[in-house]
């Protein structure tokens, strides 16, 4: 079964920083891009950043761009979201979803997510 | 950057209807094209990819169809479980979902 498990969340000043894990299973990781996506409060979908299956191409989302590192552990099969500079409005649910082998962009399994709330 | 947009942002139906949202792209991005059902408190379920390819374990009473900048998804017969908020989400460039259509019990 493909099981994907998010964790690192929490309450995080503003300007401040986290990192988030997601630990994946029953499935082969390192063939696979795996994305963050979250979900501000009562809000729509954001897709955040994704990584292909080597780590060595990254994309991010225009508003986290330059303040999150996405990368991941094949050894492990652990997949990474660096935050940095929070803001209020990266307060939202972040999911760790499984995408493609070909590198399209949509996601057939996700995490329960993990909150990040960004508030002094 | 590629917007989408979905209409309506709320629907009311009965169960056994037949319902449409529609989903609107900036610009063509092909059949470039996913659909996903979320339930209050619960995780987003990839419903469609491809514009119109069923993901795994999805009823065959979901379907989607379209092309370059206008898609459709049609629930045949609604059924109580199928009451949810849906998103399309274009993959053409990076990935931007819709404002999302809730649909509700009439």
């Known amino acids: 079964e493909v099981q994907v498990v998010e964790s690192g969340g929490g309450l995080v000043q503003p300007g401040g920083s986290l990192r988030l894990s997601c630990a994946a299973s029953g499935f082969t990781f390192n063939m696979y891009w795996m994305h963050w996506v979250r979900q501000a409060p009562g809000k729509g979908l954001l897709w955040v950043s994704r990584i292909g299956p080597d780590a060595t191409r990254t994309n991010y989302a225009a508003s986290v761009k330059g303040r999150f590192t996405i990368s991941r552990d094949n050894a492990e099969n652990m997949l990474y979201l660096q935050m940095s500079s929070l803001t209020a409005e990266d307060t939202a649910v972040y999911y760790c979803?499984?995408?493609?082998?070909?590198?399209?962009?949509?996601?057939?399994?996700w995490g329960q997510g993990t909150l990040v709330t960004v508030s002094s | 950057d590629i917007q989408m947009t979905q209409s309506p942002s709320t629907l009311s139906a009965s169960v056994g209807d037949r319902v449409t949202i529609t989903c609107r792209a900036s610009q063509s991005i092909s059949s470039w094209l996913a659909w996903y059902q979320q339930k209050p408190g619960k995780v987003p379920k990839l419903l469609i990819y491809?514009?119109?390819s069923l993901g795994s374990g999805v009823p065959s009473r979901f379907s989607g169809s379209g092309s370059g900048t206008e898609f459709t998804l049609t629930i045949n017969s609604l059924q109580p479980d199928d009451f949810a908020t849906y998103y399309c989400?274009?993959?053409?460039?990076?990935?931007?979902f819709g404002q999302g259509t809730k649909l509700e019990i009439k």
């Open positions: 491809g514009a119109s």
């Open positions: 979803a499984r995408g493609t082998t070909s590198g399209a962009t949509f996601f057939d399994s």
């Open positions: 989400q274009q993959y053409h460039t990076d990935g931007t």
